[in-house]
């Protein structure tokens, strides 16, 4: 019987090579296939030499994971790579879903990666030093109403909250009303961090408040953090005291 | 005039030496003086040969970052490290805090790491595909009550929830209280884990269930993660879909 080859899912962490962990780079060089999001598998091509590659399109998620499955049915090691951390909104939970469903026993390890927040977070000083909320703004796969539930919830409980997908080309009027729940909540003077492309080329940073936050560029390469009652901004830096005495 | 030296804020990720970023390494060798908790100078030990090395106990945080401050004064690039992200419950707030304090003008770079409740994530499986709120569970800086009422706020929303500090020798009421709390908003049966030194030497990893965590070793080296709604456990992995279909 064919032995089954391995499948690694791997988080690349921002995007940037020096941000990669030691793990994803063994991981993919270990591997005879790689599987990937077009734009994900750009971040690598110096590590693909002599690997089949398998790059496919956005919003092919469960395509792309059975087509790593069949790679390591076929006893192939295969690595299966999303940018960030795969275990955030990435695909470390669909491949493992992909597995069950089929009921085929693979070894599977999920390599964590440091996710867009962190990222964000050391561009923009030290905003998340204290609890924090992670929420998505797609409602492609989430009720609105729930997501509209999660951001109230993290807002009167004066959670750092950091935003992911915050908004796309047809998808405007999310972070819209996200800000107007937060405002419910949040001073107007509450600090927002607006980073685009996060430790990675083509970095952009703003400092901004919930009030005038929507005057800036915001799209689907950025993450958007608002912070707690306590967070300021000082010499350009946003900061979430965690409450020590100076 | 000395010139000032560099600050490198480092998270060292999980601590085994591959899930660590190239950045990191790279800004600890670059370093004339490394300045850390004992515990997390002994990971990169390997790194300091040569360095003037600063280990201190524990709660020391703030006397850390004055003779990180005073070195770089000195004209010597100095790195304050601290474990998994330096950005959550790190080194990076309190660091630009002393900076600001001290009205000098400093170099600062913070390296984010791979935080704990990531690095836990991907050894159970995909726990944390949606929403979450990271929690610290230690009462040493932040008032009980609020701590409770982001437990509270962040069961209500539904959010995936990972608890840091969640107890320690000396403060073990917290995290019943926290169950508790959860209890009151998410099933007896919602699966938890529980990760003891994720991602490195001596990790020990259960999954259980709100109704039976406390049956389980839980102290400071512990993330716990508690599921949401949608959350299940299957051929040992803790998996919180993110919707897709199959």
């Not at 060089?29 to 077009?38: N, P, Q, R």
């Not at 597995?99 to 050391?122: C, D, L």
Request: net charge neutral.
């Amino acid at each position: 019987m064919l032995k089954t080859g391995k499948i690694y899912v791997v988080g690349l962490g921002p995007g940037d090579r020096l941000h990669m962990s030691e793990r994803a780079r063994r991981a993919i060089l270990d591997s005879e296939a790689v599987v990937g999001y077009k734009t994900y598998i750009h971040l690598i091509e110096d590590l693909l030499e002599g690997k089949e590659v398998i790059d496919s399109g956005m919003r092919k998620e469960v395509e792309r994971c059975n087509l790593t499955l069949d790679k390591a049915l076929e006893g192939k090691n295969v690595s299966i790579i999303s940018s960030g951390d795969a275990g955030v909104y990435g695909m470390a939970g669909i491949m493992l879903e992909v597995v069950n469903e089929k009921k085929v026993q693979v070894e599977i390890e999920v390599i964590p990666g440091i996710t867009a927040a962190n990222a964000a977070a050391s561009v923009l000083g030290a905003p998340m030093m204290h609890d924090f909320a992670v929420i998505s703004l797609s409602d492609l796969l989430t009720d609105w109403e729930l997501i509209k539930k999660r951001i109230e919830c993290a807002s009167i409980g004066d959670f750092v909250v950091a935003l992911y997908n915050p908004k796309s080309k047809g998808r405007v009027h999310q972070i819209e009303e996200a800000r107007e729940i937060m405002l419910k909540h949040k001073l107007p003077n509450t600090p927002v961090g607006i980073v685009r492309n996060a430790k990675r080329s083509g970095e952009e940073v703003v400092i901004t408040d919930l009030e005038n936050m929507l005057n800036h560029s915001i799209d689907m390469f950025t993450v958007v953090i608002i912070g707690n009652a306590k967070t300021y901004v000082k010499n350009g830096k946003m900061i979430t005291p965690r409450g020590y005495h100076l």
